[in-house]
């Protein structure tokens, strides 16, 4: 559910996340990668736990 769930988010917000959550880098480290800011960044990735709550709760209630 939360793989299908990441797919369906924005690709940049994707990145943001995965590079900071997943693979453990720091805002820094994912701004450069990105060739963004660190306040970017941190938008994308705020935005992005967001988006994933709002499509895993959705997914839950079809499946009720």
Excluded: N, W
């Excluded at 769930?5 to 900071?20: Q, V």
Aim: glycine share 2%.
């Amino acid at each position: 559910a939360v793989e299908r769930a990441l797919r369906r988010l924005p690709p940049r917000e994707r990145a943001a996340l995965l590079l900071r959550e997943v693979e453990g880098l720091s805002t820094r480290e994912v701004a450069e990668i990105l060739e963004s800011t660190e306040a970017t960044v941190r938008s994308q990735i705020y935005q992005a736990r967001l988006h994933l709550r709002q499509i895993i709760e959705d997914q839950t209630r079809r499946t009720k």
